[in-house]
């Protein structure tokens, strides 16, 4: 059975920076692409970056320079590195596995951003 499992999230101030992990089981997770995303009250929801299982990256325009994602594929667990972070990166962080034609999905972590 596929499960998702995010951790890291918090209430930071602006300019601080947090590390999310999102453990994976249940899949061939060195293989699989992984994604992060992330959903604001009243919005749609939003990919950040994604990863592939031999660490091929991109990332979104939005956040490049700020966020990186990464993997351990020995710990089945990715990744969401973030800093600088400011007041509207506040959301519920999930993070996402393709597999096949379907996505997988977290519960999610809440981030919020606040002084």
């Known amino acids: 059975q596929v499960r998702l499992v995010e951790s890291g999230g918090a209430l930071v101030r602006p300019g601080e920076s947090l590390r999310l992990a999102c453990a994976a089981s249940?899949?061939?997770?060195?293989?699989?692409?992984m994604s992060w995303y992330r959903q604001a009250p009243g919005k749609e929801r939003e990919w950040l970056a994604w990863?592939?299982?031999?660490?091929?990256?991109s990332n979104a325009d939005s956040v490049k320079g700020r966020f990186t994602i990464s993997r351990d594929n020995g710990e089945n667990t990715v990744y969401l590195q973030m800093n600088s972070l400011e007041p509207n990166d506040t959301a519920v962080y999930l993070c996402?596995?393709?597999?096949?034609?379907?996505?997988?999905w977290g519960q999610g972590t809440q981030v919020t951003v606040s002084s």
């Open positions: 996402s596995a393709r597999l096949g034609t379907s996505d997988y």
């Open positions: 249940g899949f061939a997770f060195s293989s699989t692409v």
């Open positions: 990863i592939s299982g031999t660490g091929i990256q």
